[in-house]
């Protein structure tokens, strides 16, 4: 008696044995291999492509003869012919099992392949997309045995694909029966394959066998900028990006202050509604132009925002978000669809919002968490999503806690008398000279210092305009580094500090960056005000990251990771000069780019990413920065530049801060100034 | 020891001990009583009333003491003081056990109370509707334990009222909050108890104890008229029914010329859809302001109708329904939300649809179906709903059998030349005299026959205008009964039948009816034409029927209820000497009036009907007439009157039919016009 012949599957490992005659493909489903295919073994999408392996693997003990699979059959052939196929190819849904064989699965014909991120410690996507497609051939109509073409076409799902209870949105069901006819009773289906609250959906209908994609839409819904990727829901590849200026700028910059629009315009809710949705679906519109697709293929979209923007975004008066206790309407997970929200793409596209955390904390700090992780962290690190509003999360596996600290618009430049958005002309670094106090410095658009060679060239188009949020940072870390600010954040006069790019001005000294009046340009100044935003900022960050410690109880974090689009441009040494961030190895310091938007992205290609989100958002525990008696003593601290109490001993093995004080009895008033502005964006 | 007191509830029968203390609400719920409530025990609703019993019950083995039952608390006394309690009752919720008692619960207090239905056959209906009240008291928000407002409120509804799983759509999360706040966190909920598709759902929200109800709607949707039920959700009472002319009229007066509409011109489906929607809608705002309520609280709405309204209904091009294989885009019962069918009632309200049969036996029939019962009946019992398209039934709690039946409009008076609606002024019953040949008649709006003194007073208003759908069945066969019409249909020349109120009219004979020229009234005859037409029609009806006996394997019924809102006008001895039904007792033939809409109403009151008619349906064997050979052997037998083939023992055993023959030689070719009229109507 002779065994079947044995089947092993590379990469997996898995194996099993078939009898001769046996599909690749019906050997990968029995053993649960993951090998994809839409046409379901007819020959087709050839998604199902493997590389058999011949010869002799001692690995895996078998010898693989050249027979080992069967001759290219009409179909294969055909396929081949027409369609091509990569050498050593073969479809699994053809070719047969005659000998033992060695099976490779390529990545492309995985279904739950990697989509591999950039960094180094952030982990890949895996794919497991809300929408698959499938070809399905459906039994024709007969009037001895009457049932409805819908039934039909989801009876064959059933049957062959094992897709079961599969739902349709009406607008389906208006389309359906000239597209089955076209497609003489074989058609591709789009099915969203339901979720934690909706069966599995038929999303598309398309006569014959679809040889397309379809897109899902990432999209970080900030508070200044909307920004989306659009990515092919099959190859988890982004297809295009895209942003615009949030257009609820004009009701306010900041969130406070639209929260205020709403509490004193009759409508003015349902105005900023309108304004986003409207700027969101200006986007799409932008976003599939560029990436030449139809916008009905657009069939999932996740968003993550802020508590403001989640409820405006939804038609939600953000009333409550505007004062104590902060309640939010719904923290859950929100699963809708796009026509719920007047957004214009796939009439049935489905939207998912990840959870909020607190009233303060919402699905984007969700959204980073999903990204970073911070939760299955072996060492604890601190995540600081730095924006207008900070989200902060500190935690490990054993656990994690999250708030938010209303940091205000100073890090992006705005209320500073010389700052300015992040674009060609702004001064993004700077370092000024210990001794003779002068600055050296770069603007965007240059890789040239303003004290080398061919620096008026480089700028020659741009100028020198003013100092972007990255920029501010470091400036006021160096002045503070070359004794020109003192610690509790006072600059200082010429004579205390010895140059006279300090001048009086008004009450306090100001300090010139550059002068560029000669040429028509503006005199770049930082005045005592600017450092007194930039401690609000950074008091308000750090504060709220230290009170986070407090509750987990410990002193120290092992790594800070900088999320944000404007994290991506921090200094970590400048922003611990400053004392942002906790004191920490500068190398434990890194960036994770727009993790929010990483975030929405990883819901988006993996569905179960949205049910983990939900589970992780459960168990983070949630710190009301506003009601924490603590958290106004830290703050007061945090003032100080870097701290007043905190000793920041690994910066102070790295840089010497020269111990000044420059008192001339104003600091106070302007430190109340800066709290009750505080309070104020709070609402 | 003593024994913890007897409780015994009537009418149910159950009964349990219970400690000294408890209310009767909870030892109701615990033994499964079905006893009502909203406050869920506030003493607020009062839904939960009961009446004790005093006195010795043998029959129950008790004595129930004067204080068998708790004092009036101050809760139950403010209640009674403020809104008034029937002499005798208690709050269940309020009054405790003190001793062993017996308590009667009141139909009101009982929530799937029997809304009795007046017909001695009809079953009643059982109230179980989609959408109950609860009323909640929600946990306020908390900084320390930030959740949403909706997600405490969820939890109030699994709490308080073992409510899991609840969902809401996004127009309740964005009016939610006010009405929390506004209602100090005690809130009125309507919830939908979600269904085999579906969740449950919050569909509105009210601040406080909301002292109302809500509404559902029964919606018959026929081809000509539209006619609606508008229910209290709670009680389960009809508030207002409403109707309207279908405003498709306006496309085509019978189905299959409204499929020829949508077929010949471009957005011909769409422009009826849009027709259908906005009489809907108009009709929907007749009803509320009749029942003087606000159209938002109609939460939900069941719909019958045939498969082609069914499809222009739902937006669906009906064009395959036009041509054989009849495919239906679906069969299957519809679940949908209001808003997406464009209903201007509650937005969430949902939608149900009765499934179809077949592609010619549509929710209408499904709808009879579960109002007449078929599967349950001991006996064989033919149901049939006359309207354009008739819809038979045929069975017994063995199997059922179904089919349709293109009758035309005949029997509403249409295509008969002195036809007409049936109005005031419209003849409605006939008798002709078998020895003079001379007819009487009655007209709708007066019950004296013609010949009767004061018969022209009693008209002088409306006059004698024409002939309904009843009146021609009358008519025509008491010509076939006075021998004024032959067997094969001909009207007899004066000689052939001795009266000379037939007259040659072209090429065939008329009877008069009534000269009303001499006053400026119509001359009212019965053309040979008109003959024709009525053998079509309830040949096509017969032929149906009998092919269903046919598939049945019988040769006679049990018993025939006529349904159709004109079913209840037709004489059953007249409807059998036409041939129109099968041979039967006369009081075995019952009218079940509109059985169409109240199966609509079952549906809508009692949601386990819902399940039980998919059930049904899925069981019931359709018969698609047009491809049984059978069929036109049986229509060409059922054109003679009544039958040139069947017997019909009993119907001679009560009438005695001429035997005549007034062949002239032009039936055939008559015949074969209205055979080719009848293909047509079929597309």
Redesign the interface.
């Known amino acids: 008696m002779t065994t079947d012949p044995l089947v092993i599957f590379t990469p997996s490992g898995q194996r099993g044995n078939f009898p001769v005659g046996t599909p690749i493909l019906t050997a990968a489903r029995q053993l649960g291999v993951d090998l994809d295919s839409v046409c379901g073994g007819r020959g087709i999408c050839s998604k199902c492509q493997i590389t058999p392996s011949y010869g002799e693997f001692s690995k895996h003990g078998v010898t693989v003869a050249n027979n080992a699979l069967s001759e290219w059959n009409s179909v294969e052939q055909r396929y081949k012919d027409k369609r091509g196929l990569i050498e050593g190819r073969r479809l699994g849904c053809q070719a047969t099992v005659q000998g033992d064989v060695v099976i490779d699965v390529p990545p492309e014909s995985q279904v739950h392949k990697q989509v591999v991120r950039k960094r180094v410690e952030a982990r890949d996507i895996t794919m497991n997309p809300s929408t698959k497609l499938f070809y399905v051939e459906v039994q024709?109509?007969?009037?001895?045995e009457?049932?409805?073409?819908?039934?039909r076409l989801i009876t064959a799902l059933a049957e062959q694909w094992d897709l079961h209870g599969v739902?349709?949105d009406?607008h389906i069901?208006?389309t359906?029966?000239?597209i089955l006819r076209k497609g003489e009773w074989k058609v591709t289906v789009a099915v969203h394959l339901g979720d934690a609250?909706n069966?599995p959906r038929i999303m598309h209908i398309w006569p014959g066998y679809y040889d397309g994609t379809v897109y899902g839409l990432a999209v970080d819904l900030g508070s200044t900028t909307i920004a989306a990727h659009l990515c092919d829901l099959q190859s988890g590849e982004v297809v295009a990006s895209s942003g615009i200026m949030n257009p609820q700028i004009r009701f306010g910059e900041d969130l406070m202050s639209r929260v205020s629009y709403s509490m004193m315009n009759e409508g003015g809710d349902k105005e900023m509604t309108r304004a986003v949705r409207e700027g969101m679906n200006a986007l799409f519109v932008q976003i599939a132009s560029e990436a030449e697709i139809d916008k009905d293929l657009i069939v999932d979209a996740v968003f993550v925002c802020n508590p403001v923007m989640h409820h405006l975004f939804?038609?939600?008066?953000p009333?409550?978000l505007g004062q104590?206790?902060?309640?939010?309407?719904?923290?859950?997970a929100m699963r809708?669809r796009a026509d719920?929200?007047g957004l214009n793409i796939h009439p049935a596209a489905r939207v998912y919002l990840l959870p909020?955390?607190?009233?303060h904390v919402g699905a984007d700090a969700a959204a980073v968490a999903l990204s970073e992780s911070p939760n299955t962290s072996e060492d604890l690190v601190l995540v600081v999503d730095v924006g207008t509003n900070a989200e902060i999360l500190l935690g490990n596996k054993e656990k994690v806690l999250a708030c938010s600290s209303p940091t205000g618009p100073a890090f992006e430049g705005a209320q500073i008398s010389s700052g300015q958005r992040a674009a060609p002309g702004a001064i993004e670094r700077v370092e000024i000279d210990p001794i003779t106090k002068e600055p050296r410095f770069r603007v965007i658009g240059s890789d040239i210092w303003s004290n080398e060679d061919g620096f008026p060239d480089a700028i020659a188009t741009t100028g020198i305009t003013g100092i972007c949020g990255s920029g501010i940072i470091e400036m006021v870390a160096e002045m503070r580094l070359a004794g020109i600010v003192d610690g509790p954040g006072l600059i200082g006069s010429p004579a205390q500090t010895g140059t006279d790019r300090c001048f009086l001005d008004g009450r306090t000294y100001s300090y010139l960056v550059w002068d560029g009046s000669a040429d028509g340009g503006p005199k770049i100044t930082v005045t005592n005000r600017d450092i007194r935003e930039i401690q609000m900022a950074k008091a308000a960050l750090y504060s709220g990251a230290r009170l986070l410690m407090d509750k987990f109880g410990v002193d120290k974090v092992d790594r800070v990771v900088l999320a944000g689009a404007f994290g991506a441009h921090i200094s970590p040494k400048h922003a611990m000069v400053l004392g942002m961030i906790p004191d920490c190895p500068l190398d434990k310091v890194t960036s994770a780019g727009n993790a929010a938007g990483t975030g929405a992205r990883i819901a988006l290609l993996n569905t179960d990413a949205r049910n983990e989100i939900e589970s992780i958002v459960k168990e983070i525990h949630?710190i009301?920065t506003?009601?924490e008696p603590r958290f106004q003593e830290h703050f007061v601290n945090a003032s100080n530049i870097p701290n007043s109490v905190e000793p920041f001993p690994i910066l102070n093995s790295i840089v010497s801060l020269p111990d000044l004080n420059f008192n001339q009895g104003s600091g106070g008033d302007d430190a109340e100034d800066g709290s009750r502005r505080r309070r104020r964006r709070r609402g």
């Open positions: 024709e109509p007969d009037m001895h009457p049932s409805g073409d819908l039934e739902r349709v009406l069901l208006q359906m029966q000239p609250e069966p939804l038609g939600i008066n009333f409550e104590a206790p902060f309640a939010l309407a719904t923290s859950n809708l719920d929200l909020c955390i607190a009233g949630k009301e506003a009601i």
